[in-house]
């Protein structure tokens, strides 16, 4: 079927805006808004009469054995051409059980109020602008009508959805040695790593780590980008955990088995460094960021004497650039603190120059964390930095968000409730004795899921 045109459809329409073309033209700007107001008028509606057409079609075809009609409730969701209202009706099963087999076809989320599209666009949009914004932004597009805090928690579920993915997806590396599935490839792959603060409610500040990681840099329109980079942003993790979850976010994009080399870029400071040794890759080598090496390079020495430093780092690299540094302590044409200036240097002699072109983790962090999370006059709980990090860097990695699914939205009392009844059930009835060699006899576990929900029998299998 065509879904882009329906000839009734437009049928309808046409008569519609042509009446109201004849009785008050009032230009097109009006015309085209209203246009607009009475095709997603006419789309809720149809999609509330073809939902309630669809449950009585399952309630007559495919009704679960033993259960009986309990009631029909009507349920309203926000979507994204405004609110829809349908009556679906609700069984009982043999076991006592209520189910909505509309509900459950359909996957609709327990108790949910907006429909997965409109949620989908609320932390989709809610990622880049503030949340009170996102909502009017929903309702200027035709959407329903939904409250700031209802972008909020959108985005804190999908963000603790994406947490749940990229720490399942470390436990399958690290523990199980399964890696996740890649969408690309890479020989070698370039790491950048480094974190950032953000304001917390109570005035603190925490840290955003961070890491992204891409197959080089290609130029195009004067500019140099990465190719098909993948990201990672979190707020309170580890940072044991925060690198066995990078590595794996990796594995989404470049797949680990065919990476022979890595170069990870840091600005020095250890918990990013220390990254190496979750890199279990043929070949890995660690880079300083430039940008921080320059930096404290040219505070050595006030102007010109700075710009001479940075230029013998370049070309003479950091052995030379640290003796000249001595012999400015000597003459006492340094500033304080270039002791340890150049000691860093000589440390970290061999991380210092050579290597690929890196260095763009600074204006990742401003673009990808910063813009978002500093930008506005915004105070952030810590739960919610990490969700809003993790959504973001999801977002820009190209990947899609985790769905909501009807068994995850189940609260811990209403599934604890559930296996009550089911395990009431079953304990009711009694057991067959299975015959076996050796010991003659098996305990009774078998029963009849007869009548249960498909739920149920599914996870019995």
């Known amino acids: 079927m065509n879904l882009s045109i329906v000839p009734g459809a437009v049928a309808a329409l046409e008569a519609a805006l042509a009446e109201l073309i004849e009785s008050s033209p ?37 009704r679960p ?58 932390v989709t949009c809610g990622a880049d602008v503030p949340f009170a914004r996102t909502a009017r932004l929903l309702e200027m597009a035709g959407g329903s009508a939904v409250s700031a805090t209802t972008v909020m928690n959108s985005l804190r579920r999908a963000g603790e959805a994406v947490a749940e993915t990229e720490r399942s997806a470390a436990r399958d590396l690290y523990r199980d040695g399964v890696p996740p599935e890649a969408d690309s490839f890479a020989e070698e792959v370039l790491v950048e790593a480094d974190g950032t603060y953000v304001r917390m409610r109570d005035g603190s500040a925490a840290e955003v780590k961070a890491v992204v990681a891409y197959a080089g840099k290609e130029r195009g329109g004067g500019r140099a980008r990465r190719v098909e980079p993948v ?17 794996a976010q990796i594995g989404r994009r470049f797949d680990l088995a065919r990476v022979e080399r890595v170069h990870l870029g840091t600005d020095g400071e250890a ?5 190496l040794a979750s890199m279990r890759f043929p070949e890995a080598t660690g880079h300083l960021d430039p940008f921080h090496v320059f930096r404290g390079v040219g505070r050595c020495a006030p102007p010109p004497h700075a710009e001479a430093l940075v230029a013998l780092l370049r070309s ?16 006492g044409t340094a500033r304080e603190g270039s002791e340890a200036v150049a000691a860093y240097l000589r ?21 990808m964390y910063k813009v978002r999370m500093a930008s506005f006059p915004c105070a952030w709980s810590r739960e919610g930095a990490d969700a809003m990090a993790r959504v973001r860097s999801w977002l820009y990695s190209g ?14 009392r209403r599934a604890a409730r559930r296996d009550e009844r089911l395990a009431s059930f079953v304990a009711s009835r009694p057991g067959t004795g299975l015959k076996s060699e050796g010991k003659g006899w098996e305990y009774p576990v078998s029963a009849s899921l007869a009548g249960m929900g498909s739920d149920v029998r599914f996870r019995s299998s």
């Not at 087999?101 to 997965?116: A, I, N, Q, T, Y």
């Not at 918990?271 to 990254?275: E, F, I, S």
């Open 65 to 122: 054995a033993g259960s009986k009609v309990h009631s029909r409730r009507p349920r309203t969701l926000a979507t994204t051409m405004g609110d829809v209202t349908f009556r679906r009706s609700l069984l009982l099963d043999a076991a006592g059980r209520t189910l909505c087999p509309l509900d459950e076809e359909l996957g609709l989320p327990l108790g949910d109020r907006v429909s997965p599209a409109a949620r989908g666009f609320l």
């Open 271 to 275: 918990q990013y460094v220390n990254g």
């Open 316 to 331: 003479g690299g950091p052995g030379a650039c640290a003796d000249l540094i001595d012999d400015m302590i000597e003459d």
């Open 347 to 367: 440390r970290h002699a061999a991380e210092i120059g050579g290597g690929p072109s890196m260095g763009t983790m600074e204006a990742e962090q401003q673009h």
């Open 231 to 247: 990201r990672l942003g979190c707020v309170g993790e580890a940072p044991g955990a925060f690198w066995e979850q990078a590595v």
């Open 26 to 62: 009032a230009g097109f700007a009006a015309l085209e808004d209203a246009a607009k107001r009475i095709a997603l008028a006419s789309g809720a509606e149809a999609l509330s009469r073809a939902l309630e057409r669809r449950d009585r079609e399952l309630l007559a075809s495919s």
């Open 399 to 412: 990947f899609e968000l985790p769905g909501r699914t009807r068994e995850g939205s189940r609260s811990r």
